[in-house]
């Protein structure tokens, strides 16, 4: 009997994917959250590693939560928020965090460049199948930051302190005000991730100051 010939590794899937094209635009949903702005970036920094091109983190809209702007003012990630897609003829669009049936996201919005992949840890019902070139949707993980952190991790591509502060913040909220059953892929990669962030920036980031019209809307 012969073996089944093993599967490639999502990261390695991912990026053969991309391959041959350039600009590679990173799309997260509009007003992205933390887990969305940690994961782009984790693909951000897969793509500029090991295929070297041109690649850009984009999102609609605004960073609305005191906590979310700290975030991103201390940790700097390379996220650009626009009114529309570039058309760009051989770029390569990856959504992460939301799907290609969802409407709050740039490449709803675009007309539509080429190849796309999806990354993202929520299932949106639609009686369509939409067919991407890649796709890894899995609900049983906490985080799409998750997601972005195992295929760092399989291509042996170190986060960065500031990186991986973004995602271990991101899988903690996720899953704060919830009760969580974790996988092993989310236990293996909080270690991971634990070993390379800075806890006194992720103090600093969960104890944001809020402003006085905070608290009036309150």
Same mark, same amino acid.
């Given at each position: 009997?012969?073996?089944?010939?093993?599967?490639?590794?999502?990261?390695?899937?991912?990026?053969? @994917?991309?391959?041959?094209?350039?600009?590679? %635009?990173?799309?997260?949903?509009?007003?992205?959250?933390?887990?969305?702005?940690?994961?782009?970036?984790?693909?951000?920094?897969?793509?500029?590693?090991?295929?070297?091109?041109?690649?850009? %983190?984009?999102?609609?809209? @605004?960073?609305?939560?005191?906590?979310?702007?700290?975030?991103?003012?201390?940790?700097?990630?390379?996220?650009? %928020?626009?009114?529309?897609?570039?058309?760009?003829?051989?770029?390569?669009?990856?959504?992460?965090?939301?799907?290609?049936?969802?409407?709050?996201?740039? $490449?709803?919005?675009?007309?539509?460049?080429?190849?796309?992949?999806?990354?993202?840890?929520?299932?949106?019902?639609?009686?369509?199948?939409?067919?991407?070139?890649?796709?890894?949707?899995?609900?049983?993980?906490?985080?799409?930051?998750?997601?972005?952190?195992? $295929?760092?991790?399989?291509?042996?591509?170190?986060?960065?302190?500031?990186?991986?502060?973004?995602?271990?913040?991101?899988?903690?909220?996720?899953?704060?005000? @919830?009760?969580?059953? $974790?996988?092993?892929?989310?236990?293996?990669?909080?270690?991971?991730?634990?070993?390379?962030?800075?806890?006194?920036?992720?103090?600093?980031?969960?104890?944001?100051?809020?402003?006085?019209? $905070?608290?009036?809307? %309150?």
């Amino acid at each position: 009997m012969h073996d089944k010939p093993r599967r490639l590794p999502h990261s390695q899937r991912l990026l053969k @994917a991309l391959s041959g094209h350039e600009p590679v %635009l990173i799309v997260m949903h509009d007003n992205p959250d933390p887990d969305a702005i940690a994961a782009g970036w984790g693909i951000y920094r897969l793509v500029q590693e090991k295929l070297g091109v041109e690649v850009r %983190l984009l999102g609609g809209g @605004a960073i609305v939560r005191a906590e979310n702007r700290l975030m991103v003012e201390l940790l700097k990630p390379p996220l650009e %928020l626009v009114d529309e897609l570039p058309s760009v003829e051989n770029a390569a669009v990856v959504l992460v965090d939301c799907g290609l049936e969802t409407k709050n996201q740039l $490449y709803a919005r675009s007309s539509r460049p080429a190849a796309v992949a999806v990354i993202d840890h929520h299932v949106t019902p639609t009686r369509k199948r939409v067919v991407a070139a890649f796709r890894d949707v899995r609900p049983a993980v906490t985080a799409s930051a998750t997601l972005a952190a195992s $295929y760092l991790r399989e291509q042996q591509v170190e986060p960065g302190t500031a990186l991986a502060t973004a995602m271990l913040y991101a899988i903690r909220t996720e899953t704060r005000g @919830a009760r969580v059953r $974790y996988s092993r892929i989310d236990r293996s990669i909080g270690l991971w991730l634990t070993q390379r962030a800075d806890p006194d920036l992720l103090s600093q980031i969960e104890q944001a100051p809020l402003s006085q019209a $905070y608290f009036g809307d %309150l």
